[in-house]
């Protein structure tokens, strides 16, 4: 079998999750089948790369699609279906499936119809992803969900699919590149007195990752608490006021012992971040399984998150970790979303106050991530699906015609 991925993020440009993922996946796809791989930015080893460039100072999304088209002209004669990953991809999988006239099987990491704050960042662009989303899961022959909270999401968000395509492969971890790191430099290079516990984050300055919660919930830490933030530029203007905000209120209010890491650090200084954590948060509002927390986990830290999305099926509340109820239909209530930064805290400060129990979490979290989320049994899933993709078109003809 010969497979084209076609992803806007490949190493050594990752930048999220999805990324994450494709950079797991495709080592492991190829002791099983032929893989090319389609992305987006700068040329690179191992990956044809396509720059979003067209048409020049057009909003975001149409330079996307511009780089779609590129990728669709450079497929490989002869593949048997292709594979995208996330809406910026998807127009790509889509297009190239009509014109080689093979399946395409789609990665849903995320959906647009859930994430309605990416119109500040997008602007009408927000209308043109959502409608390569939907065209795309609608044509595709398989639609790939990273867990079991993710199928269900995708079949409200898109009712008019067949839920025979529709199959879960969950996300997974490297526990040999994730695991417990005895090095202290990094850490106490950032600033981080090793002789008080510490609380982590990992992850994008985004309406969907909820930091601005764990920002405010912090100020209910107990006084010895450490807080570490490892996150990147904001998405837009507006959730860097809101952010930055949060921010000087909590420095203000704790005098010290709050570090912001402006800068993306390399994946085995995060891994050493993520090891001598005390706990782990993550205070996500959409979130289709996380992996992060599976980085936490495989580093034996334990995890205080949200019960969104794919997350109770990475966090085992009680063992893994602890998990924090949280409603999207309520987000503009502002009592609500009071309560849940003030159930953040407590469960936050139940563990550091246990740090035994942490400890036991922590490795408990690492034989789970070890035992359920290894990337060749991922990858073995992820052939399964292909050749049900193939057995489907099959007997789909009208997949053969232009959707949309």
């Not at 990953?85 to 998807?90: E, F, L």
């Not at 119109?119 to 969900?145: C, P």
């Not at 239909?329 to 246990?354: S, T």
Request: hydrophobic fraction near 40%; charge should be negative.
């Amino acid at each position: 079998m010969s497979v084209s991925v076609l992803t806007r993020e490949y190493p050594p440009t990752i930048y999220g999750g999805a990324g994450v993922h494709v950079q797991q996946l495709v080592p492991q796809l190829r002791k099983f089948i032929d893989v090319d791989v389609q992305c987006m930015g700068e040329p690179r080893e191992g990956a044809t790369a396509h720059a979003e460039v067209y048409p020049a100072g057009a909003n975001a999304a149409l330079r996307v699609f511009g780089a779609d088209l590129s990728m669709v002209s450079a497929l490989p004669e002869g593949i048997d279906l292709v594979h995208s990953h996330t809406w910026y991809a998807n127009l790509a999988g889509h297009l190239g499936g009509i014109f080689r006239e093979i399946p395409h099987v789609v990665s849903a990491h995320s959906l647009e119809p859930d994430r309605p704050w990416k119109k500040e960042q997008l602007g009408g662009g927000y209308n043109l992803s959502s409608w390569a989303e939907r065209t795309a899961y609608n044509g595709a022959s398989a639609v790939i969900a990273v867990s079991n909270g993710m199928r269900r999401s995708i079949l409200e968000a898109y009712p008019e699919l067949d839920p025979e395509k529709v199959h879960v492969v969950l996300n997974g971890i490297d526990p040999e590149e994730f695991t417990p790191d005895p090095n202290t430099d990094v850490v106490e290079n950032l600033g981080i007195d090793l002789s008080r516990p510490y609380v982590a984050f990992v992850g994008r300055i985004t309406r969907q990752k909820g930091l601005v919660h764990l920002v405010r919930a912090a100020e209910q830490l107990d006084p010895d608490t450490q807080l570490l933030l490892l996150a990147g530029a904001p998405d837009t203007p507006e959730i860097a006021a809101e952010f930055n905000a949060a921010f000087g209120h909590l420095k203000e209010a704790r005098g010290g012992g709050v570090t912001w890491v402006r800068e993306m650090l390399p994946r085995p200084s995060v891994r050493q971040v993520l090891a001598h954590a005390t706990v782990f948060a993550c205070p996500s509002i959409y979130e289709p399984l996380g992996i992060v927390n599976l980085e936490a986990m495989a580093s034996e830290t334990a995890v205080v998150a949200s019960a969104v999305g794919g997350i109770p099926e990475v966090v085992n509340d009680g063992e893994t970790g602890l998990l924090v109820a949280y409603d999207p239909a309520q987000a503009g209530d502002p009592e609500y979303v009071r309560n849940f930064e003030a159930q953040f805290a407590a469960k936050l400060n139940e563990l550091v106050r246990d740090p035994a129990r942490a400890e036991a979490m922590g490795k408990a979290g690492r034989q789970r991530a070890v035992d359920v989320f290894s990337w060749e049994k991922i990858a073995r899933e992820t052939v399964d699906v292909y050749q049900k993709a193939i057995d489907y078109f099959a007997a789909h003809p009208e997949l053969r015609a232009v959707q949309g």
